[in-house]
């Protein structure tokens, strides 16, 4: 075990993957001209709420083990930045202003890691969870006062 304990093994398990898939992202963007839709958002989340719910129990430990704080992750660091990046460049595309891009990124990212992390406490269904954060997306790209 030479990256530590369970708990470091699974953090490592969780970041390696959620980095490959940044990594390796085929995200093709629309043509600038195609305005972008919540659902181009909702792709970009695709891969990683799949991935939590295909063993709940598991992702549950995740998020036990990283809401501790006894663990570091690149989740909230460089895996958070890779995010943010990708959500920006879609948001350029929709009907936010560009001065509200950024910070319609970051609403939208907090608002998948809170439902990300309560789905996978138990506390809502992941499906619920889903919907929630296409409410929340609809929401910030379409919202006719932006997200002031």
């Known amino acids: 075990m030479a990256v530590g304990g369970k708990d470091t093994l699974l953090v490592s398990i969780f970041d390696t993957w959620i980095t490959a898939v940044h990594n390796t992202r085929q995200t093709e963007l629309a043509p600038a001209t195609t305005t972008a839709t919540t659902?181009?958002?909702?792709?970009?989340?695709?891969?990683?709420?799949?991935?939590?719910?295909?063993?709940?129990?598991?992702?549950?430990?995740?998020?036990?083990?990283?809401?501790?704080?006894?663990?570091?992750?690149?989740?909230?660091?460089?895996?958070?930045?890779?995010?943010?990046?990708?959500?920006?460049?879609?948001?350029?595309?929709?009907?936010?202003?560009?001065?509200?891009?950024?910070?319609?990124?970051?609403?939208?990212?907090?608002?998948?890691?809170?439902l990300l992390m309560t789905a996978s406490s138990g506390a809502i269904a992941m499906p619920d969870a889903a919907e929630q954060l296409r409410q929340t997306i609809d929401f910030v790209i379409t919202h006719p006062n932006g997200i002031q």
């Open 39 to 114: 659902q181009d958002v909702l792709e970009l989340f695709a891969p990683f709420v799949g991935y939590f719910a295909v063993d709940p129990e598991l992702s549950r430990e995740y998020t036990a083990i990283i809401v501790r704080g006894n663990h570091e992750s690149a989740i909230f660091r460089d895996l958070a930045l890779a995010l943010l990046a990708e959500l920006e460049t879609v948001l350029a595309r929709s009907a936010l202003a560009p001065s509200e891009v950024g910070r319609g990124a970051r609403t939208i990212y907090l608002a998948y890691l809170g």
